[in-house]
């Protein structure tokens, strides 16, 4: 299971092990780590293997995170709210792999719906950082970046709304990638921000990420903002021919000097990243340093939270607990839901609503929600003008290692700084983005991300490929170091 | 007139024909079964997404431009946020910023008057599920959620119960010579909001305005106008008008009064925006030009071109033209030569009167207008008497077999003028006395000469003919 | 910050979202809100960002179609109503509903 796809697919073909033991082993890792990591919120004991087809993906076992519908499996977007939910339907990314004869063998916890970046507010409780246990793996697809991380399977699925796949990606050393928004079908994925929605996979390489998407990828008759991607083949595009490519970063983010007062792992983080890019300009990439108006960036996590809270309190209003979800107590339908949403709701989710809903009001919307819409156009405007000249934008993700949990919480402070949200722009624009590991800092794994132009995620996976061949984090698993 | 001026404004919400519902391809259908005629979208199953119905956008569009309304360059819908059980979202889909229609205008005719209507605006959205009520429960059925509605908001330009009336009843015709919707007030499929103020007449300010809200049909809007300005008027007469609220009522049929829902303080902040789920959907000229290609001549055009081009009277063309399957069963009959005032006469005595008898469609009725012409023709040739056609008419109808079928031989009228001049001249040399008084000024003795001739061929005499050589021998 | 940002306010969007706070809840929410408020004054201040369009969708640049108006089958009424609490026969139940709707 410490293989790539196409390792054990090939190991598939020869008859070295079969579906089933693939499944056993996938299952027994899962119970194994569970205990310790709190990754699952199911665990599919009745998995059933799946004959060997040309489909790379056939036979293998996969994670699906808890707010992607699984037909008769229980999905609960790790939410109280939903905690006994048992979809009729699977949702379209899901089918499309079952179709290709991919194997689900668990659910894996989620910050409750999407909603946090920490992989602490699942309703059973915290997920753990395969590095250390003491620390976050972020989110909101924690326990899909943890498990893919400790070689459960090869990969598993992810969903991302700010940075959701591609910063716990980089916390637990993987690659987290989100094609370009409408790649890939949103029908069945719980949503949390429907503008900023984007579901993708987590992988310990490359190449593997290009193999789940293809197969996860095409236009689908239920949702309207999904596009036909039939001439895209990414497994096949991806050569590593990266002469001549161009990338740039930002100063902003990337220059010590901006920071006041950086902290050890933050410096080491920054010095590791323009470490890298000297060796990624030895494969004949060309690598510039581009400035974007500070006030554009300082703006962006409000930008984020204006959005997203102001579009999930209408996305989550239709858990009432009437037609799904625990049944409320109450004289009346009114007190019926507002207790099932008290108590279904966690207190991050419910400030995140209340915030979006001051956002909407009548007399608020010009100020903050449309204003924030603007500023959104303007980042975008801004990255797209960067496309012209460049083939992705280049940076670190976040501000070092994984957190501390005795440290975490998931509120918006002030020092929150453009450098942990600047992923958040691949989802404003709904650009293509992965995140590769890209070294350590403290012995913890550290990433950087590509972030490219719509449409163009060949390309982008091809330079991603290129510099993580260049690197020697690929296929790694996750292990203690303290 | 009143002592004050009404100043009235309506909402008309009108459910549109289509297979499948407006963002979810469930069946659109009435169905008595709950619960048949649903998906997992119309629920509102997490990750649901809505897909819009191209014939719902081109019908709304057909409205648009049917109210001579102007049309966006991009298509796209906002979402209404409220929790109520039968809106299982939590979110209406409906279009605020952006409506299939905007700033139209239409001319209605009420009383003989014609009166122009200025539209706000006319968008397209999804009805909620319906709720059975019981003792102490309700039963949720989603059949009806996602079914498309049209709604078209008129600015407040109407001043009577009657001409709100007049404007629905107008609408109703539009929509049905559109055939975007079977307009049943009986099946719910009409439902609307009434806003109304008083002011004097002098006055330049409009009065507060009341809503009364989900009116189930063209009667109790009328009912609830007059209520309202009654209400509103007595509150005035009586130097209390600072009493009167911008509020929102509803009208209670038992009582033929309207009820305080809830003041403008207590207005729900419906929070609309933009629906990401939807994309922009460019609408191209090419396409309007399409859709409104398929608008057919609407009733008062009909009306006008029957009155003007045909000669029919007011009332004649008004029979015609309330049904656009009527109007196109005349139109037909024209189509294949028949007569407009003989078709106009057969249509609005006869065949109203059997097809309202038997309770069915025009379309379904047995005599269609090429065999009706059958009928005609035979009248025309002065083969049959009118009389003789009325008996032909209704036995074709009972026995279901072609008029031809019965016109036969024996029937035949007598139009052979040497015939006929034989038989009259035998029967006024029998009459001279009568001849002698009629050329003396007894002129009322040409129907005694006319009803000889009858008498003589047992009513087979083509009596154009026979009046004519009646004439000739007795006037010269 | 603005002033019109209460704890009162707070505890009103709350009860409409049918959503219960409690008292650090509503603080929380009052906190996290000031920061937003302060960065997005800043956004205020951009040079005509009135002007600007409210970006509302994520990709406007491909055409899509609409769906032809073709009926599918209705789902399963065990389907429909299995993950309720509360169903009477083909129906979903809740507490009798009154008053007036929207």
């Known amino acids: 299971m410490n293989k790539s796809i196409k390792e054990l697919h090939d190991s598939l073909k020869k008859g070295e092990v079969t579906s089933e033991d693939l499944i056993k082993e996938a299952l027994e890792k899962s119970h194994d780590i569970n205990a310790k990591y709190n990754a699952f919120v199911t665990i599919i004991d009745d998995a059933k293997p799946t004959s060997l087809t040309d489909n790379l993906l056939s036979g293998i076992p996969f994670g699906i995170k808890d707010n992607y519908s699984t037909k008769d499996i229980l999905t609960t977007g790790s939410s109280n709210a939903l905690k006994d939910y048992v979809p009729f339907f699977n949702a379209t990314a899901v089918q499309k792999l079952l179709d290709a004869g991919a194997v689900p063998v668990n659910k894996t916890v989620l910050d409750e ?52 796949i591609r910063k716990p990606a980089a916390y637990c050393g993987i690659v987290g990638y989100k094609p370009t928004y409408g790649m890939i079908s949103r029908y069945g994925l719980f949503p949390f921000a429907s503008s900023l929605d984007h579901c993708g996979v987590l992988t310990r390489n490359v190449l593997d990420a290009a193999i789940v998407v293809d197969t996860m990828k095409g236009i689908d008759k239920n949702d309207m903002t999904s596009w036909d991607s039939k001439d895209i083949n990414l497994y096949k595009s991806i050569n590593g021919e990266v ?47 581009v400035s974007i108006p500070k006030n554009l960036l300082d703006a962006l996590p409000s930008v984020y939270v204006a959005i997203s809270c102001a579009e999930a309190t209408s996305n989550l209003s239709n858990l009432t607990g009437i037609i799904f979800g625990p049944r409320g107590n109450g004289k009346n339908v009114t007190e019926m839901m507002m207790d099932h949403r008290t108590k279904g709701f966690s207190p991050l989710i419910k400030r995140r609503l209340v915030i979006g809903s001051y956002i909407l009001q009548k007399e608020q ?12 156009r303007l980042l975008v405007d801004a990255w797209k003008k960067l496309y012209e000249k460049y083939d992705a934008v280049i940076l670190p993700v976040g501000s070092g290692p994984a957190k501390h949990l005795d440290g975490s919480k998931d509120i918006l402070t002030k020092d929150t700084a453009p450098l942990e949200e600047h992923l958040q722009i691949g989802n404003f624009g709904g650009f293509p983005s992965i995140t590769i590991p890209d070294g350590f800092v403290n012995n913890l794994p550290v990433g950087l991300n590509i972030t490219g132009n719509c449409y163009d995620d060949a390309n982008i996976l091809n330079i991603a490929y290129a510099l993580e061949n260049a690197m020697e984090y690929k296929n790694q698993i996750a292990k203690e170091v303290r | 007139m009143g002592k004050y001026k009404a100043v009235i404004g309506l909402e008309m919400h009108c459910e549109l024909k289509s297979n499948s519902k407006v963002f979810s391809s469930a069946k659109n259908s009435y169905n008595e079964t709950p619960n048949d005629n649903i998906s997992a979208v119309d629920m509102a199953f997490p990750g649901t997404l809505p897909v819009v119905n191209k014939k719902c956008v081109k019908d709304a569009l057909k409205m648009s431009i049917a109210l001579n309304c102007t049309q966006p360059e991009y298509m796209y819908f906002d979402r209404k946020n409220y929790y109520y059980p039968d809106l299982p979202k939590g979110y209406q889909i409906t279009q605020m910023a952006s409506p299939v229609g905007v700033n139209g205008h239409i001319t209605i005719e009420c009383n003989g008057e014609k009166i122009p209507v200025n539209i706000h605006d006319i968008h397209l959205e999804e009805d909620a599920a319906s709720l059975d009520h019981y003792y102490d429960t309700s039963c949720i059925d989603y059949n009806r959620a996602g079914v498309p509605l049209l709604e078209l908001v ?15 009843e107008h609408m109703r015709s539009v929509y049905k010579y559109c055939d975007v919707s079977e307009a049943d007030t009986k099946k719910g499929q009409i439902r609307c909001d009434v806003n109304i103020s008083i002011m004097d007449y002098d006055a330049t300010e409009l009065g507060t305005r009341v809503e009364v809200k989900n009116i189930n049909s063209f009667g109790n809007v009328y009912d609830a106008i007059n209520y309202e300005i009654k209400r509103q008027s007595e509150l005035k007469d009586q130097g209390r008008y600072e009493e009167i609220e911008q509020e929102t009522r509803r009208f209670d049929e038992e009582s033929g009064t309207t009820i305080r829902m809830r003041s403008k303080a207590d207005a729900i902040d419906y929070k609309y925006f933009v629906d990401p789920n939807l994309p922009k959907f460019k609408i191209s000229p090419e396409w309007l030009e399409e859709i409104k290609k398929e608008i057919p001549l609407l009733a008062l055009e009909r009306k006008e071109k029957y009155m003007n081009e045909l000669n029919l009277s007011d009332y004649d063309a008004g029979v015609i033209i309330k049904e656009r399957e009527y109007a196109e069963y005349f139109e037909s009959c024209l189509n294949i030569g028949i007569d407009a005032k003989i078709a106009c006469n057969w249509l609005t005595t006869q065949i109203l009167g059997e097809i309202n008898k038997l ?48 016109i036969n031989s024996d029937m035949a009228q007598i139009s052979d003028n040497d015939e006929l001049e034989t038989i009259i001249n035998k029967i006024l040399e029998e009459s001279q006395t009568q001849v002698e008084q009629y050329k003396n000024g007894k002129d009322n003795l040409f129907d005694y000469f006319v009803g000889q001739v009858m008498k003589n061929t047992r009513g087979k005499a083509n009596p154009v003919i026979t009046k004519e050589i009646l004439n000739k021998k007795l006037n010269n | 910050m603005n002033n019109k940002f209460t704890k009162e306010l707070v505890d009103d969007l709350a009860s409409k979202l049918l959503i219960g706070l409690s008292f650090e809840e509503n603080k ?75």
């Not at chain 3, 899509?64 to 009424?77: M, Q, Y």
Request: hydrophobic content about 35%.
């Open chain 3, 28 to 102: 929380m929410v009052l906190d996290e809100f000031a920061i937003i408020d302060e960065n997005l004054s800043k956004v205020e201040n951009i040079p005509n960002i009135e002007t600007i369009e409210p970006m509302t969708h994520t990709l406007d640049d491909f055409i899509f179609t609409l769906r032809e108006d073709e009926a599918t089958s209705s789902i399963d009424i065990k389907d429909a109503l299995r993950n309720s609490d509360a169903t009477e026969g083909r129906e979903i139940e809740v507490p009798i509903v009154v008053g007036g709707d929207n």
């Open chain 1, 113 to 164: 719906f999407g909603m946090g970046g920490t992989g602490t507010t699942g309703h059973t409780g915290i997920v753990k950082n395969p590095w250390d246990p003491k620390r976050m793996t972020a989110g909101s697809s924690a326990g899909s970046a943890c498990a893919v991380a400790l070689g459960v399977y090869p990969y598993a699925l992810g969903s991302d709304t700010g940075d959701s």
């Open chain 2, 154 to 168: 008129t600015e407040p330009c109407l001043h009577s119960a009657l001409e709100a009336v007049a404007f629905l």
């Open chain 1, 243 to 289: 002469k001549g490519k161009k990338l740039c970063y930002i100063k902003e983010l990337c220059d010590l000097n901006n920071y006041e007062n950086p902290t050890e792992e933050l410096k080491s983080h920054l010095n590791n990243f323009m470490d890298k890019l000297e060796i990624f300009k030895k494969l004949g990439i060309e690598i510039d340093c």
């Open chain 2, 359 to 406: 309770e069915i469609n025009i379309k379904d009725f047995y005599l269609t207008p090429s065999l009706l012409k059958q009928i005609i023709d035979e009248i025309n040739k002065g083969t049959i008497s009118s009389k003789q056609a009325k008996e032909i008419f209704y036995k074709s109808l009972e026995e279901k077999k072609e008029p031809k079928t019965y």
């Open chain 1, 365 to 376: 919307q010009e100020r903050y929600f449309k204003n924030a819409q603007r500023v959104r």
